[in-house]
């Protein structure tokens, strides 16, 4: 089944060597540079906590993203075609060279399985000019900042002004704004197989099952390394920051 069977694709184009990914995810481009595609997986969904865990769902995605060497900016718990999602924004150190890579992510869970709307955009050859005029503006002490989901997480990437939504307008082509803004527009145009949202809700991880791979282990904040732990010799299989 393919979760999400109607989206508004204006300005992209699908990916000429087809899916992209394999199985049954589908991929476009556009000219700026993003990249949109749609995973359905056909698994039990590995989120680190339920959608109505509230302040205990973002703390432990704060974990989770940091010991993958990723960094949250923003999550929240978001309906898409109208069955609850969770909505987030993370940044990731590009693979080669300067710079990184924003990724925003719609995951809708069901009992069994889940589908992911995923937005993503690298810098170019120049990279930090955002961060470098916010700096300026706010004043370094007003720009690195605790993280709002975890104040004493210490992952590899800060937590700063300048990934707040205020600062969009005037970066208007910045690949956090345009992954930003992509999502929301994608996102509300999609509409889901009525198969897909019949489906039981996700009723939250099993005690011993995937949440233990989210990298929270308790509510104490000092189990969070200050460096992200070497990858485990299987990673897990649906960790949708990864860039392309």
């Not at 605790?146 to 939504?165: C, E, K, N, T, V």
Request: proline letters at 11%; one cysteine or more; aromatic letters at 6%.
């Amino acid at each position: 089944m393919s979760a999400i069977i109607s989206l508004d694709l204006a300005g992209f184009v699908p990916r000429e060597d087809g899916n992209g990914t394999g199985g049954g995810d589908r991929v476009w481009d556009d000219p700026q540079g993003m990249v949109l595609s749609v995973h359905d997986f056909a698994l039990v969904p590995d989120l680190v906590a339920p959608l109505d865990a509230g302040e205990r769902l973002l703390r432990e995605l704060a974990r989770h993203t940091a010991r993958s060497g990723a960094a949250l900016i923003e999550a929240q718990v978001r309906d898409l075609g109208g069955v609850p999602g969770l909505w987030q924004l993370v940044k990731v150190p590009r693979a080669t060279g300067r710079g990184q890579v924003f990724i925003g992510a719609w995951t809708v869970p069901r009992d069994r399985c889940s589908v992911v709307l995923k937005v993503q955009a690298a810098e170019g050859p120049v990279s930090g000019m955002r961060e470098a005029v916010v700096a300026d503006r706010v004043g370094f002490d007003a720009y690195v900042r605790p993280h709002p989901y975890d104040p004493d997480l210490r992952g590899p990437l800060p937590y700063h002004a300048a990934d707040l939504p205020e600062w969009d307008a005037h970066f208007p082509t910045h690949p956090l704004t345009l992954v930003r803004q992509t999502l929301a527009r994608v996102g509300a145009s999609a509409v889901l197989d009525d198969r897909f949202r019949a489906l039981p809700p996700f009723p939250g991880p099993a005690p011993d099952g995937p949440a233990s791979d989210g990298g929270a282990s308790g509510d104490g904040a000092g189990d969070v390394p200050a460096a992200p732990a070497p990858a485990p010799a299987e990673a897990p299989r649906r960790r949708w920051w990864r860039g392309r």
